[in-house]
Each structure stands twice: as C-alpha cells, then as structure tokens.
DNA sequence: TAAATCGGTTTATATTATAAACCACTATTG
DNA sequence: CAATAGTGGTTTATAATATAAACCGATTTA
C-alpha cells in the first residue's frame, strides 16, 4: 500500500491544503474560522507547510492591521494531488 | 469542516480496515505483510481498534500454531463509511 | 491612560505512533 | 536431549505530533 505523506495527513493541515486548492489566496483569520482552529495551532501547521515548501507564506498589512496571507504552491499541488491518489487506494474509491 | 475519526486517520489502522472492508477476514500475519508493519504497531493499533468495536480480534490454532483472526463489526463499518464521506469533503472529491 | 482586542508566535503538555525489547511456544540441529 | 533459531505475537520505552496555554506587540476603545 501507498505511503501517505505524512505532512498532508493532518486535519488541520489537509483542511488548510483543501481551502487553498480552491481559492487563490487565504488569510490567516480566514482559515482559522474555516477550519475552527486556535490561532496558536494554526500558526504551527501553517509554518510546517510553508517549511516544506507546499504554501507561501506572505505577511503584509491591511491599513494597519498585519496580515498573513497564504497561497498553495505549485509544489503543494502536486503532493495534493499525489495525496488523494494514495487515500483512493484506503478508501477505496 | 466535518470532523475525521481520529482512530481511523491514522495510516495503518485505516490500511487495516481499508483491507477488512474488502474481505470476511484477515489473521495478523496476513496484515502484518500487507501493511507493511511491525507486529509491535500492528498489535498496538489493531488493539484500539478492538476497543473501539471497530474490529472484533480472535485468537485461536491453526494446527499448532497461534492465530488472530481479525473481522470488521457492523459498527466499523460505518464509521469507516462517515470517514470516506467527510474525507471527500477534504479531498474535492 | 488603562483595558480590551486583534493577529499572531512561542513554549509547554498531552496524545499518538513507532520501535525495541521481550515472551511462550514450536521446530530444528548438533 | 540441550542449545538454537524461528513463529506469532505482547509489553514497554521512546520519538514524533498535535494541541493548548501563555505570551507579545500593535491598535483600538472606554
């Protein structure tokens, strides 16, 4: 059987990838709500997938309030992609 | 987001089930090959899934040796059909 | 100006998965 | 027949992971 790459099977971290496949950007308050995490859990996944290079990271300003927001990147796509294939295997869809 | 049963999102107790879905039964070293696992996890986590009533586990001979012989119960079954269903909410399936 | 709120990060703790060590039994070999 | 090696596991220790709690700087509000 297929290895699940253990960096997307997460909840927190596979409902994060699955929000941003959908959606060309998202920022931090957003998926928080989305996926009714606690920031400090959020913070940590969100820089485990920015670590391994499947979203970018960007903080910024929105008037004067930061604001991080996050993208998928084209590598995160693909382990996606790669993901669901293996889970079809357990699943068996 | 719907919640993922936290016993089966775990690779190997959702291998284990994934293959117990598909075939009236299964001893422990015909799981053990197909997993890919050690005896120590698979015994670790086939016990929890025991606990659970997912699986019901049963120990006898063939011939002299020992024998585990693991079944799903009508209760894991559903809850591996809930998991299927809220994971392709995740998946975009 | 003090207190509350926002948008997070850091650090500590609980949970989980995994591996290592062990055990009882059987079969084999010198 | 005693020592050795192999099955088929279980138990226990350790490593990894997820989660929560505490904290922090900046801004707004009372």
């Known amino acids: 059987m297929k290895e ?3 960096l997307l099977h997460s909840q927190l971290r596979l409902a994060v990838m ?3 496949m959908n959606v060309e950007e998202a920022d931090f308050v957003y998926l928080k709500e989305k996926t ?3 920031s ?3 913070s940590v996944q969100l820089d485990k997938l920015s670590s ?3 979203i970018a990271v960007e903080k ?3 008037g004067k309030k930061t604001r991080t927001v996050c993208r998928v990147t084209p590598q995160g796509r693909k ?3 790669l993901y669901v294939e293996a889970l079809k295997e ?3 869809l």
């Open 4 to 6: 699940l790459d253990p």
């Open 90 to 92: 357990y699943l068996n």
């Open 40 to 42: 400090g859990n959020l």
């Open 60 to 62: 910024g300003f929105a």
């Open 36 to 38: 009714d995490s606690t």
């Open 52 to 54: 391994a290079g499947y």
């Open 18 to 20: 699955s929000i941003l």
């Open 79 to 81: 382990a996606f992609e």
